[in-house]
């Protein structure tokens, strides 16, 4: 049960409630992600009430093929949480280094930004 309430659950929920919140159409991605979160209560209920058939027909095998490809999802998912966490916490880096870049940022020296030519005057 660990898989169904960690922290992996918990990040997906913030990541989900992160997405409605800045959507334009925050009602209609309520009303989507709720019924994604009842359609997986529904699949873990069911899965967990028919487990002993289930487990009968895949077998040892089935069992250990399921558990690497889900292995492979949970890894997948971590690893893009991971890669936006990145992005979002190197974007203000980046538009900082590029203001600074074209003479407009507050790192920005007067005296460059003022021998640099204007755009209608190049010689």
């Known amino acids: 049960m660990p898989i169904m309430f960690g922290p992996g659950a918990i ?13 334009p159409g925050e009602m209609l991605h309520f009303l989507a992600a709720s019924a994604a979160i009842v359609a997986c209560m529904a699949v873990i209920y069911l899965s967990l009430v028919y487990a002993e058939p289930i487990l009968r027909k895949i077998g040892r095998q089935g069992i250990d093929a399921a558990t690497r490809i889900v ?23 980046s538009l900082r280094d590029k203001r600074t870049a074209e003479g407009t940022g ?18």
């Open 11 to 23: 990040a997906i929920l913030i990541s989900m409630a992160l997405t409605i919140k800045q959507s």
């Open 106 to 123: 507050a790192g920005a020296s007067p005296l460059r930004s003022a021998c640099r030519p204007s755009p209608d005057r190049r010689g």
């Open 71 to 93: 292995g492979f999802f949970v890894a997948a998912m971590g690893m893009g949480l991971i890669f936006n966490g990145a992005v979002e916490f190197l974007a203000p880096a």
